[in-house]
């Protein structure tokens, strides 16, 4: 039997890792929050008026989701007297993106596992 093969008996048990995973990707698998990440990383630091007017959609709609990104520390809030600044958290994207890359076992680009080929 492979490493891959899990069978109802053999699934491993969900670590803390796995959770932490699952719940970025669920923070990132909504449309809206992902044009909010992607507007904030193109165009940096805004306030909810200006992400409401690029994206077009409510205040309260985007302060929902903004909520939702920051509970998972993937975007920053800054305050400049009552407005809020949000900008994207690129280390904590990055250092999320680089733990599921190692969970799903990605080899770096150019390393020889990555270069194999299916027979």
Do not use: C
């Not at 109802?8 to 890792?17: A, L």
């Not at 077009?56 to 993937?74: D, F, Y």
């Not at 400049?80 to 250092?95: D, I």
Request: overall charge neutral; hydrophobic content about 40%; charged content about 30%.
């Amino acid at each position: 039997m492979n490493g891959l093969d899990l069978s109802v008996q053999e699934r491993p048990v969900e670590g803390s890792e796995v959770r932490e995973l699952r719940s970025f990707l669920r923070s990132i698998g909504d449309t809206l929050r992902l044009h909010i990440l992607r507007y904030l990383a193109r165009e940096g630091e805004t306030n909810v008026t200006t992400l409401a007017d690029a994206l077009r959609a409510s205040q309260p709609l985007l302060s929902w989701h903004l909520g939702v990104l920051k509970r998972n520390q993937l975007v920053s809030v800054r305050r400049e007297g009552r407005e809020a600044m949000y900008s994207v958290n690129l280390p904590v994207v990055r250092a999320y993106r680089a733990r599921l890359d190692a969970w799903l076992a990605i080899p770096e680009p150019g390393t020889q596992s990555e270069e194999r080929t299916d027979d």
